[in-house]
């Protein structure tokens, strides 16, 4: 790989792409979070462990009032979990480093966070399917 060229097909090849607006997938909407509310994307089982782990002995510890509600991803064993932690406002870096530290992937914060140190914008969002998904909530 050469120095300075993004290789991963699910954000692009090169920093324009990372750069460019979102784009969904036909069939899908994009979803934006509350001021209150982190996007956390969870690309397997082991993963979403992990977040249900830190949320339940750290984040919750601290935001006590804060819920979650976890829904099903394209892609098996892929979820997005949406925490809404109330009486909070998350400002965009904010956000892309709770989420991270919550277990989002990682390629799509940093990528946040190399969007918001170039062009000093973040977009945090979900490509969510047009037709409602089951969901479970947790609070």
């Avoid at 982190?38 to 949320?55: M, T």
């Avoid at 530290?101 to 966070?113: M, P, T």
């Amino acid at each position: 790989m050469k120095h300075g060229t993004w290789r991963n097909t699910s954000y692009g090849n090169d920093l324009k792409d990372i750069l460019a607006q979102p784009r969904p997938p036909s069939g899908c909407t994009v979803v934006t979070p509350a001021a209150d509310e982190l996007f956390i994307d969870i690309d397997s089982l082991d993963d979403l462990g992990r977040f249900l782990e830190r949320f339940e002995e750290t984040f919750k510890g601290m935001f006590p009032t804060a819920t979650y509600k976890i829904s099903p991803s394209r892609g098996k064993g892929k979820f997005h979990v949406v925490v809404k932690a109330e009486g909070l406002v998350f400002t965009d870096i904010q956000r892309v480093a709770a989420q991270a530290a919550l277990g989002s992937d990682w390629r799509r914060e940093l990528f946040a966070v190399v969007k918001h140190v170039k062009i000093n914008e973040t977009h945090t969002c979900f490509f969510e399917r047009s037709s409602p998904c089951p969901s479970t909530s947790v609070g």
